[in-house]
């Protein structure tokens, strides 16, 4: 039910590295710790070099200066395979040291192990000037790194507006899709990034494109609870009511994650109270079964229906009490929600939480008038429940509430004899001290004896 996000992931932004360098230029040397995602070469862009430097190996030395300790070689970013290369750790950095590496013939494309190129970085840090730089150097829009991430999925991850507005301006697929199908304007509205949703909006962004889970914008920003992207997306024309695999709408992923603010959103703006997704789950229920009671709250205010059930007969109030949310039940009873509906199985609101063995919904329940003696379709009680559950708080307090002790199910058994044959000593004890018949124990326990002397022969 809840989607992954496929998201960009610290993956390629390691805290420590550790590295052995092969001879360069006579010497052999071991970085044996570089604090932060960057290694030597990108420390040296960093601090900021410029035309003085004359060769590559110079932005080592200004690390080498900088920090004390292990001496680095720029023979680390030439590593086939390594954590970078030199024009992407400028590219980390600033616009200055991109350059000089471009003087020294840099590959715009060339690739870290996780497939970045300069330009991703670019966009990742939201470095406006070098990406420019990269770009009219002709570095590639749509290069793509772990994932499928291109540049300007990373800038609208990221927030970074004028990195994006650059892309954009420049050519770059405001329809590109990473590994899981998900577009920039879904990144932007994921991570809430209002501004770049808008810039993405205005320049043409589809506003109901779909992931490979038939996520669109509007769903995500409800996902994640951001008001002012699914504000946006909303007056922009997104559909209310789209749909992801399994049939749930945004007011559905507001509820089910508590987001208050974007679920009056999408009410006041029409949303559907009553839609169902393929379990014939609405709003309400997933609000209940969350445990999302302000949620809950309003969308009872609004007029949803308490009595709705899914595909399995279960109401609201009975997912409030089998995941054991006292104060959801609580709101939906004070509501009028029905204490005596029944599932597919017949279990009331009452057994479901007998079931469960939460006793504060069963105080509640029964305070409320629930029926201790309803019986669901095999005919056992709460009680009944409660004893071939093992609970003995919860017998106790159907017991104290005047629960018949002798009831039976359809197959006769009653509260003593299922705790018996289950093993619950606890519970058989209690109801033997409550006054429950030794009788039908003993006889059966004698017809056990019969049987299995009678096999034994």
Not at 9 to 31: N, Q
Not at 166 to 181: P, Q, R, S
Not at 310 to 324: F, H, I, Q, R
Not at 365 to 387: M, Q
Request: hydrophobic share 40%.
């Amino acid at each position: 039910m809840i989607p992954d996000t496929c998201s960009e992931s610290s993956k390629s932004s390691p805290h420590s590295r550790r590295s052995s360098l092969d001879e360069e230029r006579g010497m052999t040397t071991e970085i044996s710790q570089i604090n932060g995602p960057q290694t030597a070469f990108q420390r040296g862009s960093i601090t900021g070099v410029e035309g003085t430097t004359s060769e590559i190996s110079r932005v080592a030395k200004v690390w080498n200066d900088f920090q004390p300790g292990p001496k680095a070689q720029c023979s680390t970013l030439l590593i086939p395979g390594g954590f970078s290369t030199p024009l992407e750790a400028a590219a980390y950095s600033q616009e200055v040291a991109a350059a000089l590496f471009f003087k020294k013939g840099a590959y715009l494309e060339s690739k870290d192990k996780y497939g970045n190129t300069p330009l991703l970085r670019a966009a990742y840090q939201g470095d406006e000037a070098v990406a420019r730089l990269l770009i009219e150097k002709g570095a590639d829009l749509e290069a793509k790194g772990e994932n499928g991430v291109t540049p300007l999925l990373r800038a609208a991850w990221q927030g970074h507006e004028a990195v994006a507005r650059l892309l954009i301006e420049t050519g770059a697929n405001l329809e590109v899709k990473n590994g899981c199908g998900n577009t920039p304007l879904m990144y932007a509205a994921v991570n809430g990034h209002e501004a770049v949703a808008r810039l993405l909006i205005s320049k043409g962004a589809d506003l109901e494109a779909k992931n490979l889970e038939d996520l669109t914008p509007l769903v995500w920003a409800a996902y994640r609870g951001h008001e002012a992207v699914a504000r946006l997306l909303i007056d922009k024309g997104a559909d209310l009511e789209a749909k992801n695999l399994e049939d749930l709408t945004p007011l559905m992923y507001a509820a089910v994650n508590g987001h208050e603010a974007v679920a009056r959103l999408l009410i006041e703006k029409g949303a559907d109270l009553e839609a169902k997704n393929l379990e014939d789950l609405t709003p309400l229920m997933y609000a209940a079964f969350s445990g999302h009671e302000a949620v809950a709250r309003l969308l009872i205010e609004r007029g949803a229906d308490l009595e709705a059930k899914d595909n399995k007969g279960t109401t609201p109030l009975s997912s409030a009490v089998y995941e054991k949310h006292e104060a959801v039940a609580r709101l939906l009873i004070e509501n009028g929600a029905d204490l005596e509906a029944k599932d597919y199985r017949g279990f009331t609101p009452l057994m479901v939480a007998a079931f469960r063995g939460h006793d504060a919904t069963v105080r509640l329940l029964i305070e409320k008038g629930a029926d201790l003696e309803a019986k669901n379709d095999r005919g056992n009680t709460p009680l009944l429940v409660a004893a071939v559950r093992g609970h003995d708080a919860v017998a106790r307090l159907l017991i104290e509430k005047g629960a018949d002790l002798e009831a039976k199910n359809d197959r006769s058994n009653t509260p003593l004899l299922l705790a018996a044959d289950r093993g619950h000593e606890a519970v058989a004890r209690l109801l033997i001290e409550k006054g429950a018949d030794l009788e039908a124990l003993i006889s059966r326990q004698r017809t056990n004896m019969a049987l299995h002397r009678y096999e034994a022969l």
